[in-house]
Each structure stands twice: as C-alpha cells, then as structure tokens.
C-alpha cells in the first residue's frame, strides 16, 4: 500500500514553460515533505522542502505548494529548461518513529524540449 | 568538499552468495541512511545509522543488516542473496538523524544472477 504516490509516470513540457508534478499521500502523520531530482547514473539531489505548518515553499525557479486538506501537494518549475529533465520524486517523513525514514513515490520523469 | 561515496559502482553476484556495499558521507556528517532502489519505483528505507547505532530499520528481512564505523563510514551486508535483491542501493549521509537534506550517494548496481 503506497503511502506517497505519484500518478504520473511521465511528464513532456515545452521549454520555458511551467511544468507542474503532482504528488498525493494518505497518512496524515507526514510532517515533512520533500523533492528531489534524480539523473541517470547519478543519486538523488535534494531540491526543495516544506513543513506541513507551511502551504508554499519558493527557491528561485522551484515552488512547492501543500494542501493539507487534500493531502496533495505539486511542484511548479518556472521556466522550464531542457536541463530540468530528469526523474522527479516526492518523498515524505514523519511517521514511523524512525525520523530518517523517508518513504518515496515511484517517480515522475519530466522531459523539458527545446 | 566530498560528497558522498559509494563503493563499488556496479555489482555482480550469484544467488546465495554474501554482498559487501561500503558508503563514505559528507565529512563532518554523523547520520548514514541505506534505502534500495529497484527499477521503476522510488527509493526504499533500509537502516539508518547514527552516532554507530541503528535509528530506524524498514521492512527487510534479517538477511539485510549494516553497521557504522567511529569514522561514521557504513557498510551494508546481504546474505543469502535472491534474484530480488537486484537493485540501486544508495547511500544518504545527514548532520544528525532528522530527515531533512538527506544527501544521496551515486549508488552501488547491485546484480543478482
């Protein structure tokens, strides 16, 4: 039973462009929410976060939006560049009892074309 | 500065053979984490390590166990090894045990034939 799930395997997007990646979760105990960026050949690279006290999160070209409520959250890129093409996960944390558990979805690939 | 090491990059081992992984963090990090990747879905939590005691274990079986060294270095060993065991392991090194800013390693390939 996935608690962090990304329904889109695949996101295209035309350069300068938004692209948006959705993420939903059940458990109404995650505190903590987290992207991160993936190549290939490569680890995860962290990207942005946000507490579940907060329902926007800005660095620069990133935004993380939260809605508790719904227990969703998306990340918007702004403006999209070919370089931003990579795997994209979600991840969460905050229950378990184990703090460093972070419990990933499956991925969203994000092709940025020129 | 280093980031964080993994070693070795790719991986070859027969089914029930035993299965060393080695991870270095980011100097000055005291908290390893071990998550196994296998293709097509995200990272799953293995260990985390901090201060060389275990902090968190996730749902593996007793064939998977790691430890953590006084220099915070960590290994992850696997017994027994299955076909199912082929996976990304990545290792995540972090200042203290919180999950905030974990910072990932490039992973070991591990295959199982």
């Known amino acids: 039973d996935q608690q962090v799930k990304q329904n889109s395997p695949s996101l295209s997007v035309q350069e300068g462009r938004i692209s948006i990646l959705n993420c939903d979760y059940t458990n109404s105990m995650f505190d903590y929410f987290l992207w991160y960026k993936k190549y290939p050949a490569e680890g995860p690279t962290f990207l942005i976060s946000?507490?579940?006290?907060?329902d926007k999160n800005e660095d620069g070209r990133f935004t993380v939006f939260l809605n508790k409520s719904a227990k969703h959250l998306s990340l918007h890129i702004v403006p999209s560049q070919p370089g931003d093409s990579a795997v994209y996960f979600c991840a969460a944390s905050g229950y378990g009892g184990s703090q460093g558990n972070l419990i990933f979805g499956k991925g969203t690939k994000l092709s940025v074309k020129p | 500065d280093a980031g964080v090491t993994q070693s070795p990059t790719h991986l070859i081992k027969t089914r029930g053979q035993h299965v060393t992984l080695r991870c270095s963090p980011i100097s000055g990090h005291k908290s390893v984490s071990w998550y196994q990747q296998v293709l097509g879905q995200g990272p799953q939590f293995i260990f985390q390590?901090?201060?060389?005691?275990?902090?968190g274990r996730g749902n593996f079986p007793d064939r998977f166990s790691a430890r953590q060294f006084p220099n915070y270095s960590s290994e992850l060993n696997v017994n027994a090894l299955l076909l199912g065991d082929s996976a990304l392991y990545l290792c995540a090194s972090s200042l203290d045990p919180t999950p905030y800013e974990q910072y990932f390693g490039p992973g070991t390939r591990l295959t199982v034939t």
């Open positions: 946000i507490s579940s006290i907060k």
């Open positions: 390590y901090y201060e060389k005691e275990e902090r």
